[in-house]
């Protein structure tokens, strides 16, 4: 394809700016716009990008329509950046279809999507490619772009086939150095006023290559992809895994997972909803105490944090509570020990909580004199050295009422597990 006409495909027109605090302007032309205005992308204006997050840093009540208007922002910087020192194999249609893609990746979210994704729930890409099937509206503007909606769902949900120029695409939406992740670690860090995630973006697009259809990054930048990756360790230490906000997103799955279990709700009763629908579940269910920790997180009052240990790869404990719903067995036999001193406890305030693993991606291509993957480049991000990063984050938790004792709960729990 003509050069000159993938430049066009991402330039001409573009006369319609958002205003975001992050990325200042943001340009759309008619049919994007179009897009933008769409039911099914503006309900994202109504779930916050980091749930919880808000009640620990109050500025962060940003949602996932301006993550989503930013990831679209950072996805057109990368293919005009490309497209000035390459001619890849893509099409019109294909670019288009990338655009769309960005800005639609996050439409099947649901509040607390993330906090249950170890069920056997429809992800939320698969929840997006069934609004694009089944909402008119939203699919004729996607054609309206220029875009085409297939190649659209084969970007966003990587469990569906894609030819060649698609895999390209789905590569960069959702590779180690994706628009989604140079997007939301600045904007999670601005909203929530923390300085751990901000990053030069501008100098790691500038820096981007394709190499065998993956983004490379000159060698130059090595130091910038350190960078990013310290943010986003530095930013699930400091915010995404801040004791509050593990509190709140615990005390959430604890809800639903009991609902789930006692058969209150279905999975189906959860997708699509908002954070307004959301947070009526226990008005729809005024009988159901456990949901009562919904009103309770809502309101800010949280469970505390009253025992926590590192996370043990193997352990007995971690082994119990890898199946969530093995989880409520094991929060069930700690509630009825702790019970014992503490009448007043109810089942639902004991939590346990134990955050997943989090990925350092450090395979990303680096182009110099030789071209070599950055692990191998960097002492900081090495294999070995990510391995401990990870391992230092991740810990097991009990939540329950100020008025449990610590030392109570570690003797119940090193009664069975040490």
């Not at 990746?105 to 999507?113: E, M």
């Amino acid at each position: 394809m003509d050069r000159k006409r993938l430049l066009e495909a991402v330039n001409h027109g573009f006369d319609h700016n958002v205003r975001d605090p992050l990325w200042k302007d943001i340009a759309l032309d008619a049919s994007f716009k179009r897009l933008y205005l769409t039911p099914a992308v503006q309900k994202l204006d109504r779930i916050r990008q980091n749930g919880p997050a808000c009640h620990i840093y109050p500025g962060s009540v940003h949602t996932r329509l301006a993550h989503s208007l930013g990831v679209y922002h950072t996805g057109r910087l990368i293919l005009r950046s490309l497209l000035r020192f390459e001619q890849p194999d893509m099409t019109v249609v294909g670019v288009r279809s990338f655009l769309a893609a960005c800005l639609l990746h996050d439409i099947g979210h649901f509040p607390y999507a993330h906090s249950l994704k170890e069920l056997s729930m429809k992800e939320h890409e698969e929840l997006a490619c069934e609004l694009i099937d089944t909402d008119r509206t939203l699919r004729d503007a996607i054609t309206g772009c220029g875009a085409d909606a297939a190649m659209v769902k084969a970007i966003i949900d990587k469990n569906l086939e894609a030819d060649k120029e698609c895999m390209v695409y789905r590569n960069i939406l959702s590779g180690a150095l994706d628009p989604d992740k140079l997007d939301y670690l600045n904007r999670d860090a601005f909203y929530a006023g923390v300085p751990y995630g901000l990053q030069d973006n501008g100098y790691i697009i500038q820096s981007m290559r394709l190499y065998e259809g993956l983004i490379a990054l000159d060698a130059e930048a090595l130091g910038s992809l350190e960078h990013l990756l310290f943010s986003k360790y530095l930013m699930y230490r400091n915010v995404y895994w801040h004791k509050g906000v593990r509190s709140a997103t615990a005390m959430i799955k604890k809800a639903l997972l009991m609902g789930l279990s006692d058969k209150v709700i279905s999975f189906d009763d959860l997708y699509f909803l908002d954070d307004w629908e959301f947070d009526r579940i226990p008005d729809l269910h005024p009988s159901y105490e456990p949901f009562t920790l919904i009103r309770a997180v809502d309101d800010n009052q949280l469970l505390v944090r009253v025992w926590e240990r590192q996370y043990v790869e193997g352990g007995r404990l971690e082994t119990e509570c890898a199946d969530l719903f093995g989880r409520l067995a094991v929060e069930s036999w700690l509630y009825e020990e702790l019970r014992r001193d503490e009448p007043s406890l109810r089942p639902y305030e004991v939590v346990i909580d134990i955050q997943e693993p989090v990925s350092f991606e450090s395979d990303t291509m680096m182009l110099g004199e030789e071209v070599r993957p950055f692990h191998e480049m960097t002492r900081l991000f090495r294999k070995d050295v990510t391995s401990l990063f990870t391992s230092s984050l991740r810990t097991v938790s009990v939540y329950a009422p100020p008025s449990v004792g610590a030392q109570r709960v570690k003797e119940v729990i090193d009664s069975r597990y040490e």
